[in-house]
């Protein structure tokens, strides 16, 4: 069992940037894919973006690209969403999720946290 809680989030203008971090409780993630997701009131969650904990390698939506980073810190058990340039359409409560590597569900699941940009 992963337990993942999502911090970071709040309130930004738009242009301005954030950073939200999801700790993890498994000690040993080498073997999952962390990913983060959204979503914004009325509509269905959305992928964000996604690493390899074995490697860094990283996904990205197009909604998303240029603009947001995904990033991992092996000795906090963290990964991290840096968000630039953010936009309205951005708001949203933001997930962080992990996978085993090999498999496509997402299995843990953390509480979200809110973004909200003002334009």
């Known amino acids: 069992q992963v337990q993942l809680v999502e911090s970071g989030g709040g309130l930004v203008q738009a242009g301005g940037s954030l950073r939200l971090s999801c700790a993890a409780s498994e000690r040993t993630l080498s073997t999952y894919v962390m990913g983060w997701f959204r979503q914004a009131p009325g509509k269905e969650r959305e992928f964000v973006g996604s690493?390899?904990?074995?490697?860094?390698?990283?996904y990205y939506a197009d909604s998303v690209k240029g603009r947001f980073t995904i990033s991992r810190d092996n000795a906090k058990n963290t990964v991290y969403l840096q968000m630039n340039s953010l936009k309205p359409e951005d708001t949203a409560v933001y997930y962080c999720?992990?996978?085993?590597?090999?498999?496509?569900?997402?299995?843990?699941w953390g509480q979200g946290t809110q973004v909200t940009v003002s334009s």
């Open positions: 999720a992990a996978r085993r590597a090999r498999t496509t569900t997402y299995t843990f």
């Open positions: 690493i390899v904990w074995s490697g860094g390698l990283t």
